[in-house]
């Protein structure tokens, strides 16, 4: 009795985009970025080192890996298109917190609550026993 995945062609990772043609060619692409060495300003590079995790190297190179085309261009194309939101998701400054005080409602409201919880919680222990 023959099973299933012997002798029908199809290996781990064949499948989806490519099928097995993944397994015959090599169009994966590998696109590196010195990060460190580049001219984007000193808060970018923090950013995006940041964002980047696991992509960055020790060296500050970022490494981009795309294999999820068919041909090599789409695949390098893919991977610049991945640099380039990366690039522009670090180029964007996040907001920054304003400092809030809670409303006068809100500190009534929560001290409120504050005098039922004490108030729960001093009637639980009103009896006590003597002690021997």
């Known amino acids: 009795m023959r099973t299933l995945d012997r002798g029908c062609g199809i290996r781990p990772g064949a499948s989806g985009p490519g099928g ?10 590998e696109l590196r970025f010195r990060v460190n060495e580049s001219s984007l300003p000193p808060d970018v590079k923090e950013r995006l080192i940041a964002l980047a995790g696991r992509r960055m190297t020790a060296d500050g190179v970022l490494l981009i890996d ?12 893919a991977a610049r298109a991945r640099l380039v939101a ?22 009534e409201k929560r001290l409120e609550s504050k005098k039922q919880r004490s108030a729960v919680k001093a009637t639980r222990g009103s009896g ?5």
């Open 20 to 29: 097995q043609n993944v397994n015959k060619v090599s169009t994966a692409v």
């Open 66 to 77: 795309s294999r999820e085309h068919r041909t090599q261009a789409q695949n390098r194309e």
């Open 86 to 107: 990366l690039l522009t998701a670090a180029a964007k400054r996040p907001k920054r917190r304003k400092p809030t005080r809670p409303g006068a409602g809100a500190r």
């Open 128 to 132: 006590r026993r003597p002690e021997d």
